[in-house]
């Protein structure tokens, strides 16, 4: 497949590195200038401008911007540009987000599919083997074009997970929202190793470590850009209150008995 990639950044390049191993021919573009990492990498073109990459003729664009710049980049794509019929596909850590606005603004014969590969550079380094990636086909008419985009990670022998926008952003407030703002408390209380570790605090140590590998802009966009995950952060809070006055509730209890004892 011939591939457009828009936004260059280390999620971007680390998804190339695989779609170049299988055959596939990309080409890229971003705000920043990453011509010298696509030249390491066997990248033929980047572009410092959009309508370059429009005009390529690719398959399929793949949109890897941050969830915050998205709706910047996708206002100032030259969808007039296109040569032919494109399947467009984002990776976006929110999906309700992007799909609504790719389906304002995307040619009415451009088919859209929305995806999550829930897996990184560091989780994905070894190669993506049962690795989850998540998709929603959001308006396909070309199946076999889709088919073969999905073909990249299938092949690759991931978990392949097909649902809801919606439903992906209701799971991912709970699953990887919570842990990114688990990894960022800890952060805050500067948690580190001490010589007596157990093997349960070993692994919050493990998670403040791995979110604080990610940008703060990524934390952000999963708070803002998904509606559920307000609701987590009550929960949350709601939850830490809890269980702190159920240990003031037993404080006193304790207390009392060694007043009664006292006396």
């Not at 949109?63 to 030259?78: E, H």
């Not at 304002?104 to 994905?124: A, I, K, N, R, Y």
């Not at 919570?178 to 800890?186: S, V």
Request: proline share 3%; glycine share 4%.
């Amino acid at each position: 497949m011939k591939i457009g990639i828009v936004g260059f950044g280390p999620f971007a390049q680390f998804l190339a590195k695989t779609m170049i191993k299988q055959g596939h021919s990309i080409t890229a573009s971003s705000r920043s200038d990453y011509s010298e990492v696509c030249k390491h990498l066997g990248i033929a073109s980047f572009y410092r401008d959009m309508a370059a990459l429009f005009e390529s003729d690719n398959d399929a664009i793949l949109i890897c911007t941050s969830i915050l710049s998205l709706k910047q980049v996708v206002k100032s794509m030259p969808f007039h540009c296109l040569r032919r019929q494109t399947l467009f596909v984002d990776v976006l850590s929110v999906k309700e987000h992007p799909r609504d606005i790719l389906l304002q603004v995307l040619p009415e014969d451009s088919d859209l599919l929305c995806t999550h590969p829930m897996f990184g550079p560091e989780s994905g380094r070894d190669g993506w083997k049962d690795l989850a990636f998540m998709y929603d086909r959001v308006r396909i008419r070309d199946e076999a074009l889709c088919s073969s985009f999905l073909q990249i990670f299938s092949s690759e022998g991931c978990r392949m997970l097909e649902m809801t926008c919606e439903e992906h952003d209701k799971q991912a407030a709970r699953s990887q929202f919570i842990t990114h703002t688990i990894g960022r408390i800890l952060s805050e209380m500067e948690v580190e190793s001490t010589p007596i570790d157990t093997r349960g605090f070993q692994k919050l140590v493990q998670v403040k470590e791995t979110t604080s590998k990610h940008s703060f802009d990524l934390f952000s966009g999963l708070f803002i850009h998904n509606r559920f995950a307000r609701q987590q952060m009550e929960s949350l809070e709601l939850a830490f209150e809890k269980t702190k006055q159920k240990l003031q509730e037993r404080l006193k209890e304790e207390q009392d008995i060694s007043m009664i004892n006292h006396h």
